[in-house]
């Protein structure tokens, strides 16, 4: 009885600080947003952005929704295309008054699992699965329609676990002949593409696309242009010769390539591209959905970042891009009354094994 009680006082003596409750008092910061990695994955191509505050349900507090665009924007671009964030990963349900907080605050792409209909919003939602060890699904990314986008989970971490990524899965991915782009880009090229002209004179075809875009990013748009002549030359607005597209290219850049009769072309908003023909040309031709004409577009989305480094780690030689949702990590703060729980076990430890030192002694 004696060896019990002893041992329940020394168990009080060793928990005791740990029952201390913590409150999130304020907000931490990701420095790998504008340290190392975050530049290095804008420059590659990938797209920041807005997940919200960590542990926050955005239809409880609508004012996270704007809150997540400033900390973003404080901290880096949303991609090389566009200062601003454009995309927003919201829950699979959210209300009237939510979606109008987006509308205001400049978002115009959600996803990725929403259940609500939604139609003042372009809604992206997950169809290519997880790149989970053990949940990717392999001929779910292998049957994709043509001109789609596929969109696909990733969490590098859940509470205190480690989440795998599915090596097989990203190997698939890396070997198929597609588009790797984001929510944003892809969105964007769409709309760009819609608004390429052309116009015939002699033996050219001029191709212009309007500086002036509605969207703040600017998205380069692509072109199929049907041809029954042999291309002579391909030269911009200064004359320079306009750079040839291989058509093992994958991510979005400006250039042409030519394939049987056709002639395929991306151009930068607020260029004018002439292309000569050996014979008169018509303007045959037909806005481009996936670049460089590539079956179907691949964007991998990862939830609840609240740290880059974690999140991308596993992903610096790959050439996939990520649609990273950004989440403001929350600050544990201690709470005031641990500092007097630690000062009174500490006075009561020595008291404590004393009287069990004089008690033995008996």
Not at 84 to 91: D, H, K, Q, T
Not at 136 to 143: G, M, Q, T, V
Not at 314 to 332: G, K, M, Q, V
């Amino acid at each position: 009885m004696e060896i019990r009680y002893k041992s329940l006082i020394l168990l009080v003596i060793f928990i005791t600080p740990l029952l201390g409750p913590t409150v999130s008092a304020d907000w931490d910061d990701d420095n790998w947003l504008w340290n190392l990695i975050g530049p290095e994955r804008l420059e590659h191509g990938d797209e920041f952005a807005c997940h919200g505050y960590e542990g926050i349900n955005i239809n409880d507090d609508n004012s996270v929704i704007e809150s997540c665009k400033k900390y973003l924007s404080g901290h880096t671009n949303s991609s090389r295309w566009g200062a601003n964030p454009i995309s927003f990963g919201v829950p699979e349900v959210i209300d009237n008054t939510t979606v109008s907080s987006l509308i205001e605050s400049g978002f115009v792409i959600i996803g990725d699992n929403l259940a609500t209909e939604i139609s003042d919003l372009f809604v992206v939602q997950r169809n290519g699965g997880s790149i989970e060890k053990n949940s990717a699904n392999i001929s779910l990314l292998d049957s994709a329609d043509r001109d789609s986008l596929v969109s696909i989970y990733w969490e590098a971490r859940i509470f205190d676990l480690k989440v795998r990524e599915d090596k097989d899965a990203i190997e698939f991915l890396e070997n198929q002949e597609v588009w790797y782009t984001t929510w944003g880009e892809w969105f964007n090229h769409k709309i760009s593409s819609s608004m390429i002209s052309c116009i015939a004179s002699n033996n050219s075809l001029i191709i212009n696309l309007d500086k002036n875009l509605e969207s703040e990013w600017r998205v380069p748009g692509s072109l199929r242009i049907q041809v029954s002549s042999s291309v002579l030359s391909v030269t911009d607005k200064n004359g320079d010769i306009f750079p040839l597209l291989d058509s093992s290219i994958k991510v979005l850049q400006n250039g042409w390539r030519s394939q049987d009769e056709a002639l395929f072309l991306t151009i930068s908003p607020g260029n004018t591209i002439t292309i000569e023909f050996a014979n008169p040309p018509s303007c045959s031709t037909s806005p481009l959905q996936t670049f460089n004409d590539l079956h179907h577009s691949v964007t991998i989305v990862g939830h609840h970042v609240t740290n880059l480094h974690e999140w991308a780690s596993d992903f610096y030689a790959s050439p996939l891009l990520f649609t990273w949702l950004i989440e403001r990590p929350s600050a544990l703060e201690m709470d005031w009354r641990l500092p007097i729980i630690a000062l009174s076990v500490l006075v009561a430890t020595p008291l404590s094994i004393k009287w069990l030192v004089n008690r033995d002694q008996k």
